[in-house]
């Protein structure tokens, strides 16, 4: 099994507005900033203001160095002030870009299929269990598209859970399962994979959204939201004469 390389995943960390050589370089050495963590990058900006005046105290306690520090202290403030005024000019630049880089990510998600482990329905009867369906036999497909359709026409709710692999929400590209959970009746199965290929889910409603944080804006992280319809392509319903029932699982 593979996953393809990117940035689709639960949370992911929000990209800073690319900019060119020249800026970036100022970006990167005036402010510091590798990421959009401006409210950390203002408290260290608060902390330099302390040296101006710091320094002017010390050239009026110290004669001798009094010229020194006053030019020190000059220069000082200019550093600081300079490094303010970046640091607003990349906020704003950073806000006006982030609205592009979720609808970016959004459609990424949007459009992108991942791989589905398992897909379990509980019963109504016992809610302590839950029946495997196995996505890549036509039968099995076959018989939990009948179910659908019972289900549908009697307005009865099981709850089906599908696994799909992601990564995870670090920054290593590392695998792992997430879940995604709808009443049976909500699932929309596409039978166009032939048996034996693996089954793959996909959310055409899904987006990213920024994630929120206590007087923190613009936002370091966003998170996906697995909202609305659920497309699985699964395999193609077959003969089911004396097909085995699937599996059955606590859950």
Same mark, same amino acid.
């Given at each position: 099994?593979?996953?393809? *390389?990117?940035?689709?995943? *639960?949370?992911?960390?929000?990209?800073?507005?690319?900019?060119?050589?020249?800026?970036?370089?100022?970006?990167?050495?005036?402010?510091?900033?590798?990421?959009?963590?401006?409210?950390?990058? +203002?408290?260290?900006?608060?902390?330099?203001?302390?040296? *101006?005046?710091?320094?002017?105290?010390?050239?009026?306690?110290?004669?001798?160095?009094?010229?020194?520090?006053?030019?020190?202290?000059?220069?000082?403030?200019?550093?600081?002030?300079?490094?303010?005024?970046?640091?607003?000019?990349?906020?704003?630049?950073?806000?006006?870009?982030?609205?592009?880089?979720?609808?970016?990510?959004?459609?990424?998600?949007?459009?992108?299929?991942?791989? !589905?482990?398992?897909? @379990? !329905?509980?019963?109504?009867?016992?809610?302590?269990?839950?029946?495997?369906?196995?996505?890549?036999?036509?039968? +099995?497909?076959?018989?939990?598209?009948?179910?659908?359709?019972?289900?549908?026409? @009697? %307005?009865?709710?099981?709850?089906?859970?599908?696994?799909?692999?992601?990564?995870?929400?670090?920054?290593? +590209?590392?695998?792992?399962?997430?879940?995604?959970?709808?009443?049976?009746?909500?699932?929309?199965?596409?039978?166009?994979?032939?048996?034996?290929? +693996?089954?793959?889910?996909?959310?055409?409603?899904?987006?990213?959204?920024?994630?929120?944080?206590? %007087?923190?804006?613009?936002?370091?992280?966003?998170?996906?939201?697995?909202?609305?319809?659920?497309?699985? @392509?699964?395999?193609?319903?077959?003969?089911?004469?004396?097909? @085995?029932?699937? *599996?059955?699982?606590?859950?």
């Amino acid at each position: 099994m593979s996953y393809e *390389p990117g940035l689709l995943r *639960p949370e992911v960390p929000v990209a800073l507005v690319p900019l060119r050589r020249l800026p970036h370089l100022l970006r990167r050495r005036a402010t510091g900033l590798s990421g959009p963590e401006f409210a950390r990058a +203002q408290r260290v900006t608060v902390g330099w203001a302390v040296l *101006p005046p710091a320094v002017t105290l010390l050239g009026v306690l110290v004669p001798d160095v009094r010229t020194a520090a006053l030019g020190c202290a000059v220069l000082l403030g200019l550093l600081v002030l300079a490094r303010a005024v970046l640091l607003v000019v990349f906020e704003r630049l950073q806000h006006r870009y982030e609205p592009r880089w979720l609808a970016e990510r959004t459609a990424a998600l949007r459009g992108h299929e991942f791989p !589905v482990l398992r897909c @379990s !329905v509980r019963y109504d009867a016992t809610p302590g269990l839950s029946r495997v369906y196995d996505l890549t036999s036509g039968d +099995q497909v076959g018989r939990l598209l009948d179910r659908r359709a019972r289900e549908r026409a @009697s %307005g009865t709710h099981a709850r089906a859970t599908l696994e799909f692999v992601c990564a995870t929400s670090g920054h290593e +590209q590392v695998l792992a399962v997430a879940e995604v959970r709808r009443e049976l009746a909500e699932l929309e199965l596409l039978t166009v994979r032939p048996d034996g290929a +693996q089954a793959r889910v996909r959310f055409p409603r899904a987006r990213y959204l920024p994630l929120p944080e206590a %007087g923190r804006r613009p936002a370091r992280r966003a998170y996906w939201e697995l909202a609305g319809p659920v497309l699985v @392509s699964a395999a193609g319903a077959g003969d089911r004469e004396g097909a @085995s029932g699937p *599996p059955v699982s606590a859950r």
